[in-house]
């Protein structure tokens, strides 16, 4: 798993739920208020029997009263607060056709957008809200839940010129600087964004979720060091915030602390000792920081916790492999490719532990890279510098064994074959100076002087404008013994 890539994915899950914003009454916003009806018609116990209650008491008040339009808009509440939503728009469509330009009116359209809201119908909520506004233009609670319904439907622009409008109207509400942070946000506004969190930490400066939001967002507009403050602030908040230090832990990875990465690793491993996911993050960043001991035991507790984890098998492989043990890398990786037999890379690495001893399984492993990936120029590569020192084993074996004579026909089959492997990696990838360098060697074994001599000569080119001092040295001293006459 990428280290960083989390910062990435968990971003969404920083963001509030505008369509649990919209589905509740907006605190701190003016509500109009109606008349009560008599006998008690008002669902004011939040309860189920003080809400029966209130419908009995409304279905009485419509008998004796039919044009009650409060006793509908009350009925329409208590049914809505105990499930029967359908009955609660009836009741909430009634009373606007009882009164239709009334404060009544302003809170049924309200109440019913919300209702319709939660039955499906946004866009007939979107209606209901825009008529509450037209009745009443500094009504924000309205501005506010059909700003949430857009934001839900897509459209953005829409949302935040509506949380816009209620912050106009009530500078101090939290919730709309949230909302609208949320939908900048996801116009790719993260500057935005980032003020309105700003605001919100301002409004309440122990909100954790908004530190976590800004330092995601901040951490995306490549502000590294504030996105690390802010989830410092996060942890020093919520302490056993586990997402808070991962999040930190992968952009201290990016912005190049290493061991402050590993630290928030391990810290997350404490209060969460059974996540693989973080001892393989974990490993990685060991494995990068040159702790090749310290990765495999990371990589050992990712298996113990997933056993059919086909990449912590091959991961650990590559970390025997890098610490020069391809004897105990092989078995991981054959365990990985067992499990994800397409696995690319696994057969790739593989072919690099076996080419320590067994060419012919490395040139196999090789093959299967190109099957699965024709265009991997490095495949190519690889397996041409297989074939080639094959080659070259067999066209001197008489200089290690004078008992065992030299196969020059074969050398030169192996030579052509990794010839033509280099070739190919060259046209995938002309920039590839390894492969020009190595090709080189093949047509001085070949006899070829001056195919040579060019491939040496493009190989220190390439060297050199990658900043490969070292490489470009060695390619200038082949090119200076074979350029001259």
């Known amino acids: 798993m990428s280290l960083t890539a989390c910062v990435t994915s968990s971003y969404a899950s920083t963001i509030p739920s505008i369509a649990h914003a919209s589905s509740k009454l907006s605190q701190g916003l003016t509500t109009p208020t109606v008349n009560q009806s008599a006998?008690?018609?008002?669902?004011?116990?939040?309860?189920?029997?003080?809400?029966?209650?209130?419908?009995?008491?409304?279905?009485?008040?419509?008998k004796l009263k039919p044009d009650d339009g409060n006793a509908y808009n009350n009925r329409g509440i208590a049914r809505r607060h105990l499930g029967d939503k359908q009955g609660a728009i009836v009741d909430f469509t009634q009373a606007i056709k009882l009164e239709p330009d009334s404060m009544l009116a302003i809170a049924a359209y309200t109440n019913r957008g919300l209702t319709r809201a939660e039955v499906g119908d946004q866009q007939g909520a979107i209606t209901d809200f825009t008529q509450a506004i037209k009745l009443k233009p500094d009504f924000g609670s309205a501005y506010f839940h059909r700003g949430s319904i857009r934001f839900a439907?897509?459209?953005?622009?829409?949302?935040i010129a509506d949380f816009t409008q209620?912050?106009?109207?009530?500078?101090?509400?939290?919730?709309?600087y949230s909302s609208r942070a949320s939908a900048r946000f996801k116009?790719?506004?993260?500057?935005?964004?980032?003020?309105?969190?700003?605001?919100?930490?301002?409004?309440?400066?122990?909100?954790?979720?908004?530190?976590?939001?800004?330092?995601?967002?901040?951490?995306?507009?490549?502000?590294?060091?504030?996105?690390?403050?802010?989830?410092?602030?996060?942890?020093?908040?919520?302490?056993?915030?586990?997402?808070?230090?991962?999040l930190r832990g992968g952009i201290r990875w990016e912005a190049g602390d290493k061991e402050g990465a590993i630290a928030d690793f391990t810290q997350i491993i404490k209060l969460k000792p059974n996540d693989a996911e973080t001892y393989d993050r974990r490993a990685n960043a060991?494995?990068?920081?040159?702790?090749?001991?310290?990765?495999?035991?990371?990589?050992?507790?990712?298996?113990?916790?997933?056993?059919?984890?086909?990449?912590?098998?091959?991961?650990?492989?590559?970390?025997?492999?890098?610490?020069?043990?391809?004897?105990?890398?092989?078995?991981?990786?054959?365990?990985?490719?067992?499990?994800?037999?397409?696995?690319?890379?696994?057969?790739?690495?593989?072919?690099?532990?076996?080419?320590?001893?067994?060419?012919?399984?490395?040139?196999?492993?090789?093959?299967?890279?190109?099957?699965?990936?024709?265009?991997?120029?490095?495949?190519?590569?690889?397996?041409?510098?297989?074939l080639r020192e094959l080659g070259t084993e067999r066209g001197s074996i008489?200089?290690?064994?004078?008992?065992?004579?030299?196969?020059p026909a074969e050398a030169e089959a192996y030579y052509k074959a990794a010839l033509t492997d280099l070739t190919q990696a060259i046209k995938l990838k002309p920039d590839e100076a390894e492969a020009y360098y190595t090709r080189g060697g093949i047509h001085l074994a070949l006899g070829d002087k001056q195919s040579a001599v060019k491939d040496f000569q493009q190989a220190a080119n390439l060297f050199k404008?990658?900043?490969?001092?070292?490489?470009?040295?060695?390619?200038?001293v082949r090119l200076k013994a074979w350029a001259s006459p």
């Open 286 to 386: 060991r494995l990068l920081s040159g702790d090749k001991r310290g990765a495999i035991a990371d990589f050992t507790q990712t298996i113990k916790l997933k056993p059919n984890d086909a990449d912590a098998y091959r991961q650990r492989g590559d970390a025997h492999l890098a610490s020069g043990d391809a004897r105990r890398a092989i078995p991981d990786l054959d365990q990985a490719i067992k499990l994800k037999p397409n696995d690319a890379y696994a057969y790739s690495i593989r072919g690099f532990a076996r080419s320590f001893g067994d060419p012919e399984g490395a040139i196999a492993d090789f093959t299967q890279v190109i099957k699965l990936k024709p265009d991997d120029a490095q495949a190519y590569l690889n397996r041409g510098s297989v």
């Open 166 to 176: 209620v912050i106009t109207l009530k500078p101090d509400y939290v919730d709309a």
């Open 153 to 159: 439907l897509g459209d953005k622009q829409g949302a």
């Open 187 to 246: 116009i790719g506004d993260k500057q935005g964004a980032i003020t309105d969190y700003t605001q919100v930490i301002k409004l309440k400066p122990g909100d954790a979720d908004a530190y976590s939001r800004r330092g995601a967002a901040r951490s995306l507009s490549g502000d590294k060091q504030g996105a690390i403050t802010d989830f410092t602030q996060v942890i020093k908040l919520k302490p056993n915030d586990a997402a808070a230090y991962s």
């Open 39 to 62: 006998d008690d018609c008002s669902p004011i116990q939040s309860s189920v029997s003080g809400y029966q209650k209130a419908i009995a008491n409304c279905t009485k008040a419509i």
């Open 398 to 407: 008489a200089h290690f064994d004078q008992a065992i004579k030299p196969k």
């Open 465 to 476: 404008q990658q900043g490969d001092e070292l490489r470009y040295q060695d390619a200038l």
